[in-house]
């Protein structure tokens, strides 16, 4: 990260933290009495286990809320070393995985902080830990705290650092030809022959076939023979795959519009061979049956498919090929009106950004999607989430949203089935922005109505929905911004957006004779505040961001200015509210408290945290300009 290049909007990343408190993300140190080397250590390695996030040095809390009380600049310094020192020493910390952008020194009114981006670590570099026993020292992210990890989560991390990760190849003791269930072979067969009629291995016998797709194989080195895990998921006889695996199931649940209660469910209970071919050959096309099949010809050949159908069907595949099978092997698909869920055990072995990005996989069970490919149902390594976004994005569904879970681990990709173009989307906007929002262009709709289904979006995840390129893109985001529909967190590569739900235009009418609709509403603020005292006690760059019709959620130190401005005399929370345009939520959760705290506001009721009836006035301490954004 460039600290120059950056200064901005580096104070208005902190003001941005603070406010949303610590997150799964974002974790806050103190500092002022000493470098925090235990916590930062722990977090560390939380962060590079999970899914990486930022630690900030100098941020001190108080009841639930958050200060930049910062450094000394000689501390700074002195902190950025002994931090570095850390990482570095193999007695301290393992690994570091850090380069010296990871580490920002920036100064916020007057203050100097630590900024420290800690990355997800790399399958072969997990798991990152504390000391030198990773059985004592290895830590996730939960929430908002740092969490040591289980041996058995250790064991895992430990065991797929390998660089031939294959976990479906081991050679199940005892398990032989006799625990193939006969009729998935032969449908097996029957699929590869007609979709490969030329193969050299379509003459193979049963066995010969099976050791070539590496579900039956001899170790050279210790002459044990068998089944693979891999030959047994797919083929195997279910009371051999339980017996194997004791805790395998799959279990498929759909839901009617506004039933609680399931309207259909299969599940491996016994009555029929539910190995991963036969689970394929029934669920797949209940997944699909909500699908229409246009005619579309290719030439001469009619084709039944579109994008979101091979989309499905290679999250489906992605279903049965990632899991981490020798865990509590439950494989759980739940199809309700609104999405379609699917759930295994496990971890991702790529982070989120490379899902969402495309072009590279890790698999654990490589044989079992190699058996997949062959029948013409998986696509080429590094490309199926990209089959799974290039789908939902022709049919206009909002994007997939894939999350990691804990306690056991496991691997969740939710697919909605709900458009992002529709009209129930674009009443929301309406609801929100107003007539700006029939303004917007196809692509900044899209943006939007995204912003508004997901967490938050990105130039990584728009590249996959919108045809621009990334550099319009960009632009395209800081215009959203600029007319304060969006608002902008972090730095670089690493800025993600989120919609605005703060944003309330205030129209001062210029002709009072003849106010609009919106105006006539604006004119009449209750509480006896109107739009003309507004403009008379609230700062002039208030008054002028009024005229203009428009309010971008402020930096925090300009939201202080203009609240200072105004409440030279005792005001509710309510009025401040409605002059400025904010609602009294957020300045009660995320401002009024923090303005209290550092000497910027008084309350009239000091005794008394949660009065409805509080007020706050002025005091005398003032902002000095020059920290101003």
């Known amino acids: ?20 408190k610590e997150t799964e993300c974002v974790e806050f140190k103190h500092g002022k009495g000493g470098f925090p080397t235990k916590g930062v250590k722990e977090t560390y390695s939380s962060f590079a286990n999970t899914e990486g996030g930022v630690i900030v040095i100098g941020i001190k809390e108080n009841n639930g809320n958050f200060y930049p009380e910062g450094l000394l600049q000689e501390q700074v310094f002195e902190y950025e070393k002994i931090f570095w020192d850390t990482i570095n020493d193999p007695n301290q910390v393992n690994r570091n995985i850090l380069t010296n952008n990871d580490v920002v020194r920036g100064e916020y009114d007057g203050h100097h902080f630590i900024l420290i981006s800690v990355p997800r670590a790399s ?112 083929f195997g006889k279910y009371d051999s795959i339980i017996e194997a695996l004791p805790q395998y199931m ?10 609680e209660r399931w309207s259909d469910r299969i599940y491996s209970d016994g009555a029929w061979e539910a190995n991963l071919f036969q689970i394929y050959r029934r669920l797949l096309p209940k997944l699909q049956s909500f699908l229409t099949t246009p005619f579309k010809l290719d030439g001469n050949t009619r084709l039944d498919e579109t994008k979101v159908h ?26 309700r009106p609104t999405e379609i869920s699917f759930s295994n055990p496990g971890t991702m072995l790529v982070s989120k950004e490379q899902f969402y990005s495309g072009g590279y996989s890790v698999c654990r069970n490589p044989s079992i999607q190699t058996m997949f490919s062959l029948i013409g149902i998986a696509e080429k390594a590094g490309s199926g989430s990209d089959t799974i976004i290039q789908g939902w994005k022709e049919a206009n569904f909002r994007m997939p949203i894939i999350s990691e879970k804990g306690e056991p681990n496991r691997v969740e990709l939710i697919l909605p089935l709900e458009s992002i173009l529709s009209n129930e989307i674009e009443q929301q906007l309406y609801q929100l922005f107003g007539e700006r929002s029939k303004k917007l262009s196809h692509n900044e709709l899209l943006t939007m109505a995204m912003a508004i289904t997901m967490p938050h979006v990105s130039n990584s995840i728009l590249q996959h929905s919108i045809d621009l390129h990334p550099a319009d893109i960009t632009s395209l985001l800081r215009g959203l911004c600029k007319d304060g529909m969006l608002s902008a967190s972090g730095f670089g590569r690493g800025t993600v957006y989120f919609l605005n739900k703060n944003y309330n235009p205030i129209i001062v009418s210029q002709d009072k004779a003849n106010p609009t609709p919106q105006q006539a509403h604006t004119n009449n603020y209750p509480g006896g505040v109107t739009a003309s005292n507004v403009a008379s006690n609230v700062a002039s760059n208030v008054a002028s961001n009024v005229a203009s019709g428009t309010r971008n959620r402020k930096p925090y130190k300009e939201l202080c200015q203009l609240i200072i401005d105004y409440c030279k005399t005792w005001k509710t929370r309510q009025e401040i509210a409605v002059a400025l345009g904010y609602k009294q939520d957020y300045l009660r959760n995320n401002v009024l408290p923090r303005m209290v705290a550092e000497g910027y506001l008084e309350k009239l009721y000091k005794e008394s945290a949660t009065s409805p009836n509080q007020k706050y006035r002025t005091t005398q301490r003032k902002i000095k300009q020059e920290n101003l954004l």
């Open 1 to 20: 990260m460039d600290i120059n290049k950056h200064h901005n909007s580096l104070q208005e990343y902190l003001d941005f933290l603070m406010m949303d």
């Open 123 to 234: 399958r072969e570099d997990r798991p990152i830990y504390v000391g030198q026993n990773p059985l004592r020292g290895t830590y996730r992210r939960n929430d908002s705290g740092d969490y040591l990890c289980k041996e058995w989560e250790v064991s895992l991390m430990l065991s797929e650092r390998r660089p031939d990760l294959a976990m479906d190849y081991e050679i199940q003791d005892g398990f032989t030809m006799d625990d193939i269930d006969p009729e998935s072979l032969r449908a097996y067969r029957q699929l590869f022959v007609t979709l490969k009629p030329s193969h050299p291995w379509v003459s193979d016998d049963d066995l010969s076939l099976l050791k070539h797709l590496k579900a039956y194989r001899k170790d050279r080195k210790s002459g044990k023979e068998g089944l693979t895990l891999a030959g047994l998921l797919m």
């Open 250 to 259: 799959i279990d498929y649940r759909e839901y009617r519009p506004g039933q």
């Open 310 to 335: 091979k989309g499905l069907r290679e999250a489906f595949v992605n279903f049965c090929v990632h899991p981490l099978y020798q865990s509590d092997t439950k494989l759980i698909i739940i199809k």
